[in-house]
């Protein structure tokens, strides 16, 4: 770990935070009663377990799976508070937590990532602001990084999505700026371009050798953005990932790092054949598509918020059946138990995806 960083987590305040290693997170669902949308703490509580007991690194809350756009300030604490308090409960007091802190105001992100701060969030996961994003010039965007990075509390990861900030995709150069920010500690990379990934963890190693000349691990923490490129990811020197697609099977996108450290490529290449086909179906449906197929396969879910359309009987049948591979291969192992890539047959008594 990084002094930079090492430094940025010991400065942050009265509480001590866990920090943001290499691995696989997950940006978690959220969950409503049906019926009154109320937030369904239990559930969020449970669902947060499961995926540590699955053994992912770290859990992200308030990304778009986690529906952040539809949800107040104080439910925002609130599910982070319920989050940690589950994890802690069952044995997880190390595990960290990322939150998503995005407005389209400096003053507002940056309020949301001290709440987060004190609700006990290690980290904040940011958007680039874009509502007035046509008056943006390149150095507005890195001042408005600075800007949120210098008043907060916690370190900030950049969210590089284009597609919910109107298109504004933040450049390979851009990213190698920002990352010499002390409390910028890393990129989510949901713009799916590995090649931008690839040239950010060559400038961090360039920097990180310094007149030595040897390379070193790279203090700026490149993560792929959905699970259907971790292997590219790591491949091109990334750190891990922050992928959705983890709800449903977060074991198969473990496995994926794991075989992976173990020098086991071509395994490694079939579980991501499995795992990209699984992902495909979820960036297609979205949060709908993966909060039925939740249903569907392991007995709980529920619905987005409103306007988010409920489907119907018809779509939700054909969403069971296209995760149903990656289901069907999720449930094949335990977390403890060594995979056999190619075999079909399931191990007894060893269903991970079951109503919670």
Excluded at 341 to 356: D, F, H, Q, R, Y
Aim: proline content about 5%; hydrophobic content about 35%; charged content about 20%.
């Amino acid at each position: 770990m990084t002094s930079k960083y090492m430094e940025s987590i010991s400065d942050s305040g009265d509480r001590q935070l866990h920090p943001i290693v290499p691995g696989i997170y997950v940006p978690t669902l959220c969950f409503f009663n049906p019926e009154t949308e109320d937030l369904d703490l239990l559930t969020i509580g449970k669902h947060a377990v499961r995926l540590a007991q699955a053994g992912v690194t770290g859990l992200t809350i308030h990304g778009s799976n986690g529906e952040a756009v539809h949800l107040s300030n104080d439910e925002r604490s609130e599910i982070i508070r319920t989050t940690r308090k589950a994890l802690n409960d069952a044995g997880f007091q190390s595990m960290p937590l990322m939150a998503g802190c995005s407005a389209n105001s400096t003053r507002e992100t940056i309020k949301q990532c001290q709440d987060a701060y004190k609700a006990g969030a290690d980290c904040a996961l940011v958007l680039t602001a874009s509502y007035y994003r046509t008056l943006f010039t390149p150095d507005s965007v890195i001042q408005y990084f600075h800007d949120v990075a210098d008043a907060s509390p916690i370190p900030i990861i950049i969210y590089n999505y284009p597609p919910v900030v109107g298109g504004l995709d933040l450049d390979s150069d851009t990213l190698i700026t920002l990352s010499k920010h002390p409390n910028i500690i890393g990129c989510k990379f949901t713009c799916g371009n590995t090649g931008k990934l690839n040239r950010v963890v060559a400038a961090q190693r360039r920097d990180a050798s310094g007149s030595s000349g040897k390379p070193t691990a790279p203090g700026f923490l490149c993560f792929g953005g959905s699970g259907d490129f971790t292997l590219q990811t790591l491949i091109g020197g990334g750190v891990g990932i922050i992928g959705g697609i983890g709800n449903l099977a977060p074991k198969t996108c473990v496995q994926v790092e794991q075989l992976f450290r173990q020098g086991k490529l071509v395994e490694a290449q079939k579980v991501q054949e499995i795992l990209a086909r699984g992902d495909w179906a979820a960036i297609q449906g979205g949060v709908v598509g993966i909060k039925s197929a939740m249903m569907s396969h392991c007995g709980y879910g529920g619905y987005g918020r409103k306007p988010l359309p409920r489907p119907t009987e018809e779509e939700q049948k054909v969403y069971a059946q296209q995760f149903r591979e990656l289901v069907e291969f999720e449930n094949s192992f335990s977390h403890q138990a060594k995979i056999l890539v190619g075999v079909n047959s399931k191990l007894p008594g060893m269903k991970t995806c079951e109503a919670i």
